[in-house]
T-cell receptor
Framework: NAGVTQTPKFRVLKTGQSMTLLCAQD?????MYWYRQDPGMGLRLIHYSVGEGTTAKGEVPDGYNVSRLKKQNFLLGLESAAPSQTSVYFC??????????FGPGTRLTVL | AQSVTQLDSQVPVFEEAPVELRCNYSSSVSVYLFWYVQYPNQGLQLLLKYLSGSTLVKGINGFEAEFNKSQTSFHLRKPSVHISDTAEYFCAVSESGPGGYNKLIFGAGTRLAVHP
């Protein structure tokens, strides 16, 4: 029972490159979230999903796209990375209750 | 939209001393409140939560928090800290929306540094 896992753990990109971050969960939770964490700003919601095949924008969605083709996976894509997207990215899941469970994070640097 | 203010960005304290990390939120309507802890280079772990009922909430690792509706506060306390409590602590409030989703609104975090 792995809980919430994120792939990769670290990544360095050059400006303009693209990449996809994978969040996988084995808890059968309906809701999944992508956050970014920046110093002094806490965590900010990028996109979220209320179930398989659905996605919606959060607080800071620009420059990101997401997909939820399977219930257990939530993908975050950067089509053309920018230095402003240097951050630590966290995935979280939720069942019917309000508590969210977080993955270990992906540290992304864009040069 | 709701907001969360953590009043101290850093709190230095000596081992075995008591500590209070302060958190205020903006909404006066019914809320769900959380404290999460993040150890270096790790994800967030739930310390405790307030959903309803008793205003004094006990969590893991000896932490507790008190919900004060009139002051819209949810301060975190521990009577005696250990070196291992050194971490960043985040206060969060749950905000509901259409379709049954909810999202967490986080404060900026408080870095607790416990010194020997």
């Amino acid at each position: 029972n792995a809980g919430v896992t994120q792939t990769p753990k670290f990544r360095v990109l050059k400006t303009g490159q693209s990449m996809t971050l994978l969040c996988a969960q084995d808890m059968n939770h309906e809701y999944m979230y992508w956050y970014r964490q920046d110093p002094g700003m806490g965590l900010r919601l990028i996109h979220y999903s209320v179930g398989e095949g659905t996605t919606a924008k959060g607080e800071v969605p620009d420059g990101y796209n997401v997909s939820r083709l399977k219930k257990q996976n939530f993908l975050l894509g950067l089509e053309s990375a920018a230095p402003s997207q240097t951050s630590v990215y966290f995935c979280a899941t939720r069942s019917g209750l309000v508590e969210q469970f977080f993955g270990p994070g992906t540290r992304l640097t864009v040069l | 939209a709701q907001s969360v203010t953590q009043l101290d960005s850093q709190v230095p304290v000596f081992e075995e001393a008591p500590v209070e990390l302060r958190c205020n939120y903006s909404s006066s309507v019914s809320v769900y409140l959380f404290w999460y802890v993040q150890y270096p280079n790790q994800g967030l772990q739930l310390l405790l939560k307030y959903l309803s009922g008793s205003t004094l909430v006990k969590g893991i690792n000896g932490f507790e928090a008190e919900f004060n509706k009139s002051q819209t506060s949810f301060h975190l306390r521990k009577p005696s800290v250990h070196i291992s409590d050194t971490a960043e602590y985040f206060c969060a409030v749950s905000e509901s929306g259409p379709g049954g989703y909810n999202k967490l609104i986080f404060g900026a975090g408080t870095r607790l540094a416990v010194h020997p």
